[in-house]
């Protein structure tokens, strides 16, 4: 192979880039579920292009609208080949738009293929003595290759020269057609000669040369002694027309009129606002952020053509003008300013991530889009400027941030609350929070972090904290960083968080009940989780450790066990020696591959596995005990905070779709309870002296969400009489009396009920219960007989799904679904499956969080000596509780959390309590 002159034309193949693109993951769409995976295949492919190869001539060639000579020559010329899927040619123009503010010309001629085109521009490039390398997946385009003209393939970097095409298909480029034409082509319909296959089109172009040359000596070919070689001469002459029409369609035009001087392809400058554009509405953040990079920090673009639905339009930016407070002058008239304001955004710069050991080094504030100051406190390097005391700054504004009457916005308040909190300031009058609105407004559009949130809607690209911190090991706290440095990026905060705000919120009051799922449920709830957080929950470390000991013991056992049946010791945790052992060794079956094409050893493989084979089963067991170990019994007691004695979780508002709250170090939500060793994890959550846990669970919540949303009547009457519903369920799929339902007979009900919420198969219902598909089908079959409304509402929901493109919670929380309309169907039915679940999952999230308020409320009437609010786990509130006070609180509690929300049927909540978590569960 040889290497590329330097500077070539490139004649980029967009045709055939755009089917390729289209096929290969990974098939992105953006929030408004517009399909964009090809677009970021091409674009992504142009961009490589131009960074290997730095030309400064390049066209980008596609096929036009409508037939061909081809076609005129051959009317079935490509008659199978199905038009071309909608979400594909929806993005042809966004890739032709890109193509041009890339500065990139772009061609596309009636009546010839792209091939054609770019076969014509090749040849002139090479009577002119000019390099040329053409960009292609196409194997057709070998044809016009020569010393003046090679090949690549962008996707797979291939490049082939006139020894690269002999290296890689056997035969020189000037064969190449006369083996197309030999051949035929299936996809192209070009019909070659029947019984002709890459082997034996080889065979004789390498025996014989060319067809003109087969022809000349028929005689000679059963000497060649490939299979069919007796007959073939007899062939060759029977369809000598198709083969020469054959020859005539895979031939490559080399006359096309055009227009163009190669000199006019010429790559022009990049149109960076259109670029900007276009990539907002694609939202290919990494590109847009990279485009950013080099503009100015107040840098602007003004979108109007993205839809609210999804992707908001975004604003045009003022100026910015940010001041560093120094003096008791400058605090005196920003305090002011602070004071008139109808709204300050507000946030907090620290040591520490870690809410419980942060300690303040400056606050922020914004009035105006683009007036905004720092106030710093305890930068302490050498060299630093004097700064205001804190017993100053914290006389002087505390009063503002304590006053309910002056509102805040902010990014992520809980955390500045928490900051404050600990640096004994109060922070009230919280009346927006950019993160949660932009997490009401579309919880799966973006991330919600600001610098994803600045870019999405303002095209802004903020100074990152890399940028003025460092990275790794060096990387310095915030008060160690220079004030000529620290002051723009903390000024900045406010002032995009403001900016942020004033985009956003109109777009939540256009729609009423995502406004209301704002105001009711997530803006007060920081709050209450602010406080919960900072209460933390006592663990008992050395019962963890008896427990890791323990664990240790088990894992060890596991191992020897495993290496038995093995016949050898390998590494249970390493995925490269489990596929030899498993699979080349043992010779199970290979459920799924990796994208690499290994055999898969995922949890969901191992499940599947594990039917039928004892060794997976014993792996599965390993990987759950090992990551207890890690993630809870060694974990948890490094986690006890040195100046609380309690471990203190972080409660995440803007993470998962469905509005459920999720939590990190530690996770409280994945403590499993369905084994032992998970369930003795929680026996380690323990009360003080004189106190009880008191843990209230919402009982079988989405089950009862179904029955209101479904109106389902078999379900509706029985909560309604206090059955229990796994029972009811079995008395109507066996077709026997309530009273002779066995233990096994509900166990089965139960996972037909829970697999119907979750959108399970027949297959998976089966693998779960361990009985064959028919007899799962047959469960499911009956189960919807019985229940009708059920699936009533699931086909409703589905159709609503793929109309709206979202769906709703009983109180308006939106969940969008970017692939309910995808080609694909697994990525289709995974979307149908979440329309169904995501407006039960999510309605209980949001009775929760309701109960969790109506709670908070109630708790501050009470004595925190009393009863303190520890945790929220999925569908249960866990509290602290005074021994003597355990009865009232319990009545109470489950009061309040039954009264969260009116369904058409009871919404039972059951208390219990004792000594620890799991006692009281």
């Not at 296959?197 to 000596?217: D, F, H, N, P, V």
């Not at 503009?295 to 053509?305: C, P």
């Not at 198969?761 to 059920?790: N, T, W």
């Not at 009871?906 to 620890?916: C, F, I, K, M, T």
Request: net charge negative; proline share 4%; aromatic share 6%.
């Amino acid at each position: 192979m040889s290497l590329i002159p330097e500077n070539p034309l490139i004649l980029v193949d967009g045709s055939s880039y755009l089917f390729r693109a289209y096929h290969a993951p990974p098939h992105l769409t953006n929030s408004k579920g517009e399909a964009t995976g090809a677009i970021y295949g091409v674009i992504n492919m142009l961009k490589s292009l131009l960074k290997q190869y730095q030309p400064s001539h390049m066209v980008v060639v596609f096929d036009a609208k409508g037939p061909t000579f081809r076609n005129e020559m051959y009317s079935e010329y490509k008659a199978h080949r199905p038009p071309m899927p909608d979400d594909l040619r929806s993005q042809i123009k966004p890739i032709h738009d890109i193509i041009e503010a890339m500065g990139l010309p772009l061609v596309s001629i009636a009546g010839v293929e792209a091939d054609d085109v770019i076969g014509t521009f090749a040849r002139i490039a090479a009577e002119q003595k000019r390099h040329v390398l053409i960009s292609t997946g196409d194997k057709d385009m070998a044809q016009l290759v020569n010393e003046h003209v090679t090949l690549i393939n962008t996707m797979t970097n291939t490049v082939l020269d006139p020894q690269g095409v002999v290296e890689k298909f056997g035969i020189g480029p000037e064969l190449i057609i006369d083996y197309l034409a030999l051949m035929g082509d299936k996809v192209d319909n070009i019909p070659g000669v029947p019984g002709v296959g890459e082997k034996t089109a080889l065979a004789m172009l390498q025996g014989l040369g060319s067809i003109e040359s087969l022809y000349q000596r028929l005689d000679e070919i059963a000497a060649l002694g490939f299979r069919g070689s007796k007959t073939m001469a007899k062939k060759l002459e029977e369809h000598k027309e198709q083969l020469e029409l054959s020859y005539e369609l895979a031939t490559i035009k080399l006359d096309v009129e055009v227009e163009q001087d190669l000199e006019q392809f010429a790559i022009a400058p990049v149109n960076k606002d259109k670029l900007i554009e276009l990539y907002a509405q694609c939202e290919f953040k990494r590109w847009l952020s990279e485009l950013l990079d080099d503009a100015s920090s107040a840098r602007t673009s003004d979108i109007t053509d993205i839809e609210a639905s999804g992707s908001a339009p975004m604003a045009q930016q003022p100026e910015a003008n940010y001041e560093t407070i120094l003096t008791e002058q400058q605090l005196e008239r920003w305090l002011d300013k602070l004071q008139s304001a109808p709204l300050m955004a507000f946030d907090t710069e620290t040591t520490s991530l870690d809410y419980m050991q942060a300690d303040l080094v400056g606050m922020s504030f914004a009035v105006s889009p683009g007036e905004a100051a720092y106030l710093p406190i305890a930068h302490d390097y050498v060299g630093a400027p004097e700064q205001l005391s804190k017993a100053i700054v914290f006389e002087k504004l505390g009063a503002i941030l304590a006053d309910d009457k002056i509102k805040k916005v902010g990014q992520n308040l809980k955390y500045d609350k928490s900051v404050l909190a600990r640096a004994g300031l109060e922070l009230n009058g919280i009346a927006f929070d950019t993160m949660l609105e932009s997490y009401v407004f579309n919880s799966v559009a973006t991330r919600h972090d600001m610098d994803s949130l600045a870019l999405k809607y303002l095209g802004h690209k903020n100074i990152s904290f890399e940028d003025i911190a460092g990275k790794g090991k060096s990387q310095l706290t915030f008060n160690q960083i220079e004030l000529e440095k620290a002051a723009p990026y903390a000024a900045e905060d406010a002032d995009i968080t403001l900016r942020l705000h004033a985009h956003l919120w109109p777009l939540l009051k256009q729609q009423e009940k995502l406004q209301q799922v704002f105001v009711d449920i997530e803006l007060p709830l920081l709050s209450v989780l602010s406080e919960i957080e900072r209460t933390g929950v006592k663990i008992d470390s050395s019962m963890l450790a008896k427990q890791s000991v323990q664990l240790s013991e088990r894992l060890a056992e596991i191992e020897k066990e495993a290496f038995e049946l093995a016949g050898e010791e390998f590494n249970l945790s390493s995925p490269k020696q489990l596929q030899v052992i498993l699979f080349e060794k043992q010779g199970l079956p290979v459920v799924k591959k990796t994208p690499k094409g290994a055999p898969s050893t995922a949890e969901e493989v191992l499940q599947e596995l594990a039917h039928d084979y004892p060794l997976p089963k014993l792996i599965i067991e390993h990987r759950g005990l090992a990551k207890l170990k890690s993630t809870y019994t060694d974990k948890l007691p490094k986690l006890v905070n040195p100046d609380t004695g309690r471990v203190h979780t972080s409660y995440h508002q803007a993470v998962t779709a469905t509005g459920r709250l999720s939590s990190s170090d530690p996770n409280l939500q994945n403590i499993p309870i369905r084994n032992e060793a998970g369930r003795r994890i929680r026996q380690a959550f323990i009360a003080d002296k004189g106190k009880q846990i008191l843990a209230a669970d919402y009982s079988q919540i989405e089950l009862r969400i179904m029955a209101h949303l479904s109106q389902d009547k078999g379900l509706l009457s029985a909560f309604a009489q206090g059955k229990d519903v796994h029972s009811a369920t079995a008395s109507e799929v066996f077709s026997v009396p309530l009273e002779e339902v066995s233990s096994d007979m509900r166990r089965k009900a139960k996972a037909v009920n829970f697999g119907l919420i979750y959108g399970m198969s027949a297959f998976g219902l089966s693998r779960q219960l361990d009985i064959p598909r028919h007899e799962a089908q047959h469960y499911m079959d009956k189960y919807f007989e019985r229940f009708p409304g059920v699936l009533e509402y699931m086909e409703r929901t589905r159709e609503e799904a793929a109309e709206r493109g979202y769906v709703e919670t009983l109180f308006g929380r939106r969940l969008h679904l970017p692939d309910i309309k995808a080609r694909n169907g697994a990525r289709r039915k995974a979307a149908e499956r979440a329309a169904i679940n995501a407006p039960m999952q999510g309605t209980a999230a949001d009775i929760i969080k309701k109960a969790m308020l109506t709670v908070g409320e109630w708790l501050h009437t009470q004595s925190r000596e009393d009863i303190k609010l520890l945790m929220q786990v999925h569908d249960e509130l866990v509290f602290e509780v005074a021994e003597d006070k355990v009865a009232e609180f319990s009545d109470k509690i489950c009061e309040l959390m039954s009264a969260a929300a009116t369904l058409d049927v009871p919404l039972l909540v059951e208390a219990d309590h004792g000594e620890n978590w799991e006692q009281a569960h």
